[in-house]
């Protein structure tokens, strides 16, 4: 497994980057847009891409080799801004905002990441566990526990634990998706389309901000 993962390692890369594998990877986001699910096989993702199915092997592996660097390449893209955000002169509450809302928009625009986590982290093997580890959630509570120290230092956020922070976070946002199958079952929802999502942004920054700021830093914080 090892030899896969460092495959799939290298597509996600900058300088090992090349056309088919971005093929493979492009055809396999798409497809599991299409039909909600990470239920794809490697000879869909093949006749989506135009390229010989036994490229994905050569290239990734094997099919977790392909998803763990899918799920790599969406990652990287995120934890990018997540430090020009971190880097922005503006206030810790201001930022804070902007997470909530980015976090919740990138689950929107790729609603396959909760799913290949959750895959990739209990049903793949313990490597692609690691691996999700180190690219996801080290990097993302790294931040967590940085933008929490900067708004408490400022005066703006009461003193909150980052795997709290994290946990709260990130499993608000995870459930919305992962759980919204169980949820149309017993209330009737419907997807989460552009709407559900702007009143989700609304709501978590609401429920958040109000348990975490300081008294009348909600005030001195507003976002441009």
Partial sequence: MTSQLNASLSTRLP????????????????????????????????????????LVKYHFGNKDGLLLALLARDAATEMTQLEYLLAQPITPTA??????????????????MNRLIHYLLHESS??????????FVAPLLDFHRRLLAH?????????????????????ACDHLFFGRHAMSRASGVGPV???????????????ICTGMLTTGAEKTAAVP
């Fill in 126 to 135: 313990a490597e692609a566990a690691d691996e999700v580890s180190k690219f």
């Fill in 15 to 54: 300088g090992g980057k090349n056309t088919t594998a971005e093929r493979l990877l492009v055809a396999a986001s798409e497809l599991m847009i299409e039909r909600s699910s990470i239920e794809v096989s490697l000879s869909d993702i093949a006749q989506k891409s135009g390229v010989n199915a036994a």
């Fill in 193 to 207: 389309t552009d709407e559900v999502c702007r009143q989700y942004i609304r709501h978590m920054e609401a429920l």
């Fill in 151 to 171: 708004g408490i230092k400022a005066g703006e956020f009461r003193d909150i634990d980052p795997v709290l922070f994290y946990t709260s976070l990130i499993g």
């Fill in 95 to 112: 930022k804070l905002r902007l997470h909530i809302a980015g976090i919740i928009r990138a689950y929107h625009q790729f609603p396959y």
